[in-house]
């Protein structure tokens, strides 16, 4: 008699392990796009990327269930980010504006998903690094294009103006923050590095970005940026 093959159906845990790549490769897209359409300043732009970051969250729920990992929060800072967003929620009850109330909710909402998912992704070394790298390659793209659109390489709405850089995000200070931040980054990976050719490459990297905050001729940032430095070598071990 024939035999009766039976055909296994795919587990929840298969479900879940094609979920890792797919998540990552999404947090990593997450990650890179928003500063090339102007930082999502518009509610259009932050109403699709809200859709898919929360897309993310709940499939990264999903996986965490499914491997059977039920720590949603980690430390005393995930608490804190989910009261902060908590705190929007019940300021909505109480708003004048329901509209903008509800807006500045999805919004926080979407900064603790991206901080939340990053700090479950990136718990694996490797990953951490490729999204680490992804942030300082960003904003050095971000760079090229403002010094390409000062030196009339090639034309870039808002990128320049008034002799002051605003590259994608096509608000100067808006850009000084960012390139502040991600300078700091640079600064972390360079000192990390052994490596004497990666070195050099994140020295280029940093040079880049400061060069570009400089011309954002952003004042604010230019007081804040030392200080955020003193403290950067201050924590160093």
């Known amino acids: 008699k024939r035999q009766q093959v039976k055909i296994q159906k795919p587990t929840g845990k298969k479900e879940a392990d094609l979920l890792l790549p797919l998540c990552f490769v999404g947090l990593c897209i997450l990650l890179v796009y928003p500063p090339f359409i102007q930082g999502l300043y518009f509610p259009v732009q932050q109403l699709y990327t809200q859709l898919f970051a929360f897309g993310l969250f ?8 499914k491997t059977g990992d039920y720590h949603f929060f980690q430390c005393s800072l995930d608490y804190t980010n989910a009261l902060f967003c ?8 109480v708003a004048a504006n329901i509209r903008d109330a509800v807006g500045g909710f999805l919004l926080v909402s979407l900064y603790f998903c991206l901080y ?3 700090g479950h992704l990136g718990q694996e070394p490797r990953r951490l690094k490729i999204i680490l790298h992804l942030i300082l390659l960003t904003a050095v793209a971000v760079s090229l294009v403002g010094i390409g659109a000062a030196a009339g390489t ?3 709405e808002a990128a320049f103006k008034g002799g002051r850089i605003s590259s994608t995000i096509e608000y100067p200070n808006t850009l000084a923050a960012y ?3 991600v300078f700091l980054l640079g600064l972390a990976l360079w000192n990390t590095c052994t490596w004497r050719w990666g070195r ?3 020295s280029a ?3 880049l970005l400061l060069l570009v905050f400089v011309f954002t001729q952003s004042r604010g940032a230019w007081l804040v940026l030392p200080a955020a430095l003193l403290a950067y070598f201050l924590v160093l071990p």
């Open 58 to 65: 709940l499939a990264w729920s999903y996986h965490k269930y």
């Open 86 to 93: 908590l705190a929007y929620l019940a300021a909505v009850l």
């Open 116 to 118: 939340w998912l990053v």
């Open 154 to 156: 090639w034309a870039y």
């Open 179 to 181: 390139l502040g931040s």
């Open 200 to 202: 050099l490459a994140y």
């Open 205 to 207: 990297a940093c040079y």
